[in-house]
């Protein structure tokens, strides 16, 4: 066991996730019936929210592109993660489904409940959002709330509001409050509704950055959480959730790129969130409106030219006592040319705790420096951080950002990166030599026509190289969605001290 990396780990973690941790295992709630208040509000949202990806298909469910029969409710052959899809209920909000169809599916559901205590759909994080589902289909099938299906949805609420996930912070919390916010406005269950609206705001404001972002750096997260604060505004508004809806629509407009697509920066993928686009117009229709602002705190940087747009990742790792959606990519960039991709991040196939989940996580699946091989911040676990890089920013403006940081022990990391009207160049620094490697991801569609120490010519542009002691060409493998993989080209820089590469699109 390494006990320096646990504690490098645990360190970080606030008080109440250890007693949590701790009463979370002596104690397990356990689902108790309930009846549901005599007054529901089935009439309450003011505007239709955004539909959900068609997952559902006669008998099948289709999660992280892959099909399979309905198999109960705690089937894990295809990971933990399909089966918790299954249990979120998002699929009864998809495009199509009728009336009936949703409700043969809280029908079977709640059939089983006394077969699903202490299984993973009892989870709070599942219950969280089946619940909110569940209201958002009966607020569309008004006539489908019968009884017995709000008396079920109620006891479940009730057992979320004993689970609050307090062992794990974070996202998690976040849409734990979203859920009790939700359910006891459609409840219209005033007790409830105090602790929620408590619980809420408290969140919000820990959890949004000052630049808007959500505090744990992920883009598909950013969006799936504004979705969400988004539903609670449409059930039930307030000043103050507009307020931050505002500020993370702003986020959410400057992280994107012209068409309107991401960076698949920390643990994103596409085909989870719903897209930027779909959710400023949900905004729009509740009447929130919100122009860019500029990215800050969340470590990003957007530096653009006529014919380039580049996101570059200056930033420590947030959320400290909850890293678990971060990764290792300190100093990380994409890069598109003409609004195609060119340089890009390798992504995520999968949460569960494979090879690959470390490598997706590592610093060498990432556009930046390793030094003899080593991660600059410890990935581990599937979802842990160890030691981390602390970046101290240098310079910083639209056309220059400058900054170091110490993920390497001794040897200090200095990267720059400086937009040109003719290129984009990229400069490293290592305080005292070292066996160093930059790593460069391109994009599936780009064709690497030859290269030398000097210069890597693609089908798209071409990379000067000034300082390399060796430049290799491999094959590697790249993931903007689950279970899939794309054939990439990875350049591998060998460098000692200094390197400068300046990208430009002439061959």
Same mark, same amino acid.
């Given at each position: 066991?390494?006990?320096?990396r ?13 007693l ?67 249990n ?30 202490s299984?993973?759909s ?31 949805? %109620?006891?479940q ?26 359910a ?8 409830l509704?105090?602790?929620?609206t ?22 598909? %997260? ?34 994107c ?63 400290? %006592? ?19 991709p ?5 992504g ?7 090879e690959?989940?470390? %490598? ?24 842990r ?5 602390r970046v ?42 070292a ?8 994009a ?9 120490n ?5 089908s798209?542009?071409?990379i000067e190289?000034?300082g ?10 790249a ?29």
């Amino acid at each position: 066991m390494n006990f320096e990396r646990i504690w490098s780990t645990i360190k970080h973690l606030r008080g109440k996730q250890f007693l949590f941790q701790v009463l979370y295992r002596v104690h397990r709630p356990k689902y108790k019936d309930y009846t549901a208040p005599g007054i529901v509000s089935p009439n309450i949202l003011k505007s239709k929210p955004i539909a959900r990806d068609k997952c559902l298909y006669n008998q099948s469910f289709t999660f992280l592109n892959r099909l399979h029969p309905f198999p109960g409710w705690n089937f894990t052959d295809n990971g933990m993660l399909w089966a918790y899809n299954q249990n979120y209920f998002d699929w009864i909000n998809q495009e199509g489904i009728t009336a009936e169809e949703g409700c043969k599916w809280i029908d079977l559901f709640n059939s089983q409940l006394s077969t699903l205590n202490s299984t993973l759909s009892f989870d709070p994080y599942p219950i969280a959002l089946r619940s909110m589902n569940w209201i958002k289909f009966f607020c569309q099938f008004p006539e489908k709330a019968t009884k017995p299906r709000l008396d079920s949805l %109620y006891s479940q609420v009730k057992l979320l509001e004993k689970k609050l996930e307090y062992h794990l912070l974070g996202n998690h919390l976040l849409e734990d409050a979203y859920a009790l916010y939700i359910a006891a406005s459609f409840f219209q269950d005033a007790k409830l509704l105090n602790k929620a609206t408590k619980l809420l705001l408290s969140q919000l404001e820990e959890q949004t950055l000052p630049d808007g972002a959500h505090y744990e750096q992920s883009p598909m %997260y950013h969006c799936i959480l504004l979705d969400r604060l988004l539903d609670c505004i449409n059930i039930a508004p307030k000043d103050e959730l507009k307020a931050f809806a505002k500020k993370q629509i702003g986020w959410l407009k400057s992280i994107c790129y012209q068409d309107g697509a991401f960076p698949m920066f920390n643990d994103t993928a596409l085909g989870i969130a719903p897209v930027p686009n779909d959710i400023i117009d949900y905004a729009q229709r509740l009447g929130i409106e919100s122009d860019a602002t500029p990215l800050k705190e969340s470590g990003y940087r957007k530096m653009s030219n006529t014919i380039m747009e580049a996101f570059v990742d200056v930033g420590n790792i947030t959320a400290t %006592y909850q890293p678990g959606h971060s990764h290792a990519d300190t100093f990380n960039f994409e890069l598109r040319i003409n609004g195609k991709p060119f340089i890009i991040d390798t992504g995520i196939s999968t949460y569960d705790k494979t090879e690959r989940r470390q %490598y997706e996580r590592s610093t060498a699946a990432h556009n930046t420096v390793t030094i003899d091989n080593k991660d600059s911040s410890e990935v581990w676990g599937g979802f842990r951080v160890g030691s981390r890089a602390r970046v101290t920013l240098l310079n910083d403006t639209s056309e220059m950002v400058s900054a170091s940081h110490n993920g390497f022990g001794p040897i200090t990391h200095k990267r720059t990166f400086a937009m040109k009207d003719d290129g984009f160049d990229i400069a490293d620094e290592l305080s005292s030599s070292a066996n160093a490697i930059s790593y460069l991801h391109f994009a599936p569609e780009i064709e690497v026509l030859s290269y030398t120490n000097n210069c890597i010519v693609t089908s798209m542009g071409r990379i000067e190289i000034d300082g390399a002691d060796e430049v290799r060409i491999m094959d590697e493998t790249a993931s903007n969605t689950y279970n899939q993989f794309r054939d990439i080209k990875m350049a591998l820089i060998h460098f000692t001290k200094n390197l400068n590469c300046r990208i430009n699109c002439k061959q």
